[in-house]
């Protein structure tokens, strides 16, 4: 006779020791699972997927109903479990269902915490915690317009950033003066907080809630220190609690948590906790690592097959946020005991941590790349003696191959862990893919387990199998992805955007099956070009898609200001457009005035919230010094003045850049015009420059004055102005839509040979399809400055320093 096995939860912890256990014994037991969610069990790691609306219940769902119906397991989903009658052994449901049981797992997990604060019962507060939560928040930002999330941590950063995806403002309040307080240190946490308010995230610091402000539905917060703020929605995010009434009510012993041994098992024979809502050695967990490697422990001993106990786990932290590549693991603070190593690169945004403590790693945060976490990962967790290592191979791995991804696979030990979430080396992939002869990501994910919660180590897994099979690997698996997310090349992207008639940029990325739901700061921008570049009659720009300085229309500095670069058309400007840009200067008390290499005036060092206000009183057109686009024309005086001068250089120089302005290009473009060969406006290193001779013009591509130095190739020779601009307009589309984003003209002429180019631009009417695609994208552009001066959402959205009013 099977043994009746009852479960109380129907979440991740316990479907995972499910699945655990019938792999060990498949039909040891007659399994009932009680979930008071109406679903089966889900992937509540992606619930900020289901947030931003562009992906479904049914994509998260791990184990379908058809998944209890052929493992023979009665679900009672959307009915909780009310008490357990331990002297019966039966449960009892919230309907008035009894179950009896022989052993009992209690999976209930936790809840989110509602701060006890005045009004925190009033509509439009939530927590994030299950899809019910998800569900309400996409509703309301339908209807409403602010958002604060009460929390700054983990759980709050990726709920204020799926709310800004549904087109909500964001505040995120904190109490701690610095955000993931827990698992970063000042450095990394004020690293982290400035690309969020990039992304156009608020933040209140140091800041305690005292009430929520509203009658029936919330309006607004109230700190303690007395000022306020508004808000319609309020999103709790400061913590969890483990839900243990019912186990308390049933006898069992309860601290924070249900009280288990190494075994899992609690002082009540037959009962069992896993979970969030287990404590174990005095921790409660709230990541799945854990969790999973208790459900293991508990499907063994349930199965009476002797395993090692559970003895605890150290568990590392990441960031669910593209842009934000963040890991941290142990100790983040120092203290007389410990030894950092710290490396700051404030140019690259990339900041290193290592604590040591006794010649051994104790801490890890590494922010802007992470990609040495999983080998320093192991080395903090299998304890390793570093007394002979020299810092720098602390902090990066030798890469014994050359490099590269297959260097740095090679480079991983055995027992590295490559799924922080599930537990799984590179020795045991290595051994699935030669074992089971695995060729895809997913074949070793159903094997091994491997990326099947996060997603993050996907790419990683990608390259262990590359490195497994060699060239048998599959080549369209195994080519560079345009980046960690996806597999695909650009080429493929751009043929499915084409092929499936996908129109935006989270589309692209659900539809293609992105490892990373909200991809990451390469492929974003790379795929609001392709999509702009395909769909070049209609395509709605998505401005925060794109690189920071696009997105702000501005160049950032160094020192967090931003520059003003007025368009000047050919390096020709006037007495009057001088005087504006004096008065502006002075209005504005700008630091720095300076004039540019492309022959323009920069105003250097000006204020986030002045920066419309100075586009406003100047009147000029954006020069876009900050964009993947058209940068400007340097031109020279030419035979208007000069004596050597046979052709109208600034004239030509003037309508290009009139006709290209504000173009998107998969790189910046800069242009040149000389009136003669002794060639002032050096046309012979711009991604297109022109050299007037007697009768005509010499068009050169391909140049470049840049790190890489490059002389431009002579494309052709053409009798007029017309001819240029018509050769330009099909130059530039041709680039356009077959160089990567992020590929300068020199390169991607290098690659495609000059000969190719030559041919495709020499042809009347691919010339004359080039030109027209690239007519109807020109129509597409507005002129962003003038946008910002009138269009308040946008002012507000992303040029306002916001603040708390005081009452
Ligand atoms: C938005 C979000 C993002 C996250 N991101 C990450 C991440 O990146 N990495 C990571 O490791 N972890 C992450 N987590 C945490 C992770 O999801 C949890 O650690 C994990 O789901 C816990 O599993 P569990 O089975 O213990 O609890 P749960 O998954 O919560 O399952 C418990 C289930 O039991 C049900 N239940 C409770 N009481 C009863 C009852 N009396 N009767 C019937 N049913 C009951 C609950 O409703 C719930 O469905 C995230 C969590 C959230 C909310
Ligand atoms: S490039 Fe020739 S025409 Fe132009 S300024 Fe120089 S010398 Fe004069």
Redesign the pocket.
């Known amino acids: 006779m099977k043994k009746k096995l009852v479960m109380?939860?129907?979440?991740?912890?316990?479907?995972r020791t499910i699945e655990e256990l019938l792999k060990l014994q498949p039909d040891g037991f007659e399994i009932t699972i009680?979930?008071?969610?109406p679903h089966p069990n889900y992937n509540?790691?992606m619930?900020?997927t289901v947030l931003q609306g562009d992906k479904s219940i049914e994509d998260i769902i791990m184990n379908d109903w058809d998944w209890y119906k052929s493992n023979d397991i009665q679900l009672f989903a959307g009915?909780?479990?009310?008490e357990i009658d331990k002297e019966k052994k039966q449960v009892i449901?919230e309907q008035g269902r009894k179950v009896d049981y022989d052993e009992l797992i209690i999976?209930?997990?936790?809840s989110s915490f509602i701060l006890p604060v005045p009004g925190s019962d009033k509509k439009g507060v939530v927590g994030?915690?299950?899809i019910h939560d998800c569900e309400m928040m996409i509703k309301d930002s339908r209807q409403y317009k602010k958002a604060a999330v009460i929390g700054g941590g983990?759980?709050g950063l990726?709920?204020a950033r799926g709310l800004l995806n549904l087109g909500m403002e964001v505040d995120v309040v904190h109490l701690m003066p610095h955000l993931m307080e827990r698992q970063l240190d000042g450095t990394a946490s004020g690293m982290l907080k400035k690309e969020l308010e990039n992304q156009g995230m608020n933040f209140l610091l140091e800041k305690q809630t005292a009430e929520i402000l509203g009658d029936e539905r919330v309006t607004g917060l109230r700190f303690t220190d007395g000022t306020e703020i508004r808000a319609d929605l309020v999103v709790m995010a400061v913590g969890i609690r483990p839900?243990v009434q019912?186990a308390k009510d049933s006898g069992i012993y309860v601290n924070r948590g249900i009280v288990v041994n190494d075994y899992m098992e609690t002082d009540v024979q037959n009962i069992y906790a896993?979970?969030?809502?287990a404590e174990h050695r005095e921790i409660v967990?709230?990541?799945?690592?854990p969790?999973y490697e208790q459900g293991k422990v508990l499907a063994a001993n349930l199965a009476g097959i002797p395993t090692n106990p559970y003895e605890g786990t150290i568990c590392g932290t990441?960031l669910?946020v593209s842009g934000c590549d963040l890991f941290s693991a142990g100790e983040i603070g120092d203290d007389e005991g410990t030894k950092s190593i710290k490396v700051h690169n404030e140019f690259d945004g990339i900041y290193k941590k290592i604590v040591i403590r006794d010649n051994r790693i104790a801490g890890i945060v590494l922010y802007g790349d992470t990609k040495d976490s999983n080998r320093l990962f192991r080395m903090l967790t299998k304890r390793e003696d570093i007394s002979g290592m020299t810092s720098v191979s602390i902090l990066e791995a030798s890469g014994c191959c050359g490099g590269g991804e297959a260097g740095d696979v090679a480079a991983m030990a055995d027992d590295e862990l490559v799924c922080g979430?599930n537990g799984v080396t590179k020795g045991t992939i290595v051994e699935a893919i030669r074992t089971n002869e695995l060729t895809t990501v997913d074949e070793v994910g159903g094997c091994t387990n491997a990326g099947r919660?996060?997603g993050r180590c996907k790419s990683l897994i990608s390259d262990i199998l590359a490195y497994t099979l060699g060239d048998q690997y599959d080549t369209t698996a195994k080519k560079a992805g345009i980046c960690g997310c996806t597999t695909l090349s650009k080429d493929e992207v751009v043929a499915e955007i084409r092929e499936k008639g996908l129109t935006n940029v989270r589309e692209v990325m659900n539809v293609l099956g992105w490892s990373q739901e909200e991809g990451c700061s390469k492929c974003r921008p790379a795929i609001n070009y392709y999509l702009g570049m395909v769909h070049y009659d209609g395509y709605k720009d998505e401005r925060d898609s794109r690189l920071v300085n696009e997105k702000m229309h501005a160049n950032i500095q160094k020192d967090g200001t931003y520059s003003v670069v007025p368009r000047m058309y050919g390096g020709v400007t006037t007495a009057a457009d001088l005087k504006k840009i004096a008065e502006v200067a002075e209005k504005y008390d700008v630091p720095l005035v300076k004039l540019t290499g492309g022959q323009r005036i920069g105003l250097f060092g000006v204020n986030k919230e002045d920066l419309p206000a100075m586009w406003e009183d100047l009147g000029m057109p954006s020069g876009y010094a900050y964009g993947k686009t058209l940068r400007t024309v340097k031109t020279c005086v030419g035979e208007k003045f000069c004596r050597f001068g046979t052709q109208d250089s600034m004239g030509l120089g003037i309508e290009l850049e009139k006709k290209f302005e504000r173009l998107d290009t998969p790189h910046k473009v800069k242009m040149g015009v000389s009136a003669c060969p002794r060639n002032c406006a050096e046309s012979g290193i711009k991604d297109i420059g022109f050299v007037g001779v007697d009768g005509g013009w010499e068009i050169y591509i391909g140049g470049n004055g840049g790190t890489d130095l490059r002389a431009a190739d002579l494309l052709d020779t053409v009798k007029t102005k017309e001819e240029a601009l018509e050769i330009t307009g099909a130059y530039l589309q041709y680039y356009r839509e077959t160089a990567a984003y992020l590929e300068r003209t020199a390169p991607w002429l290098e690659r495609m040979g000059l000969d190719h180019v030559k041919e495709v631009l020499a042809d009347e009417n691919m010339r004359k399809q080039l030109n027209e695609r690239l007519d109807k994208t020109l129509e597409r552009y507005n002129e962003p400055w003038n946008e910002a001066i009138s269009d308040r959402a946008i002012k507000e959205k992303y040029y306002q320093v916001r603040s708390v009013s005081v009452e």
């Open positions: 109380i939860g129907n979440g991740m912890a316990g479907v009680f979930g008071n969610e509540r790691i619930l900020s009915e909780e479990v009310v449901s999976a209930t997990g936790s994030f915690r299950d983990l759980l990726e709920a839900n019912l896993v979970g969030e809502c967990y709230g990541l799945v690592a969790l990441q669910k979430c919660s996060c």
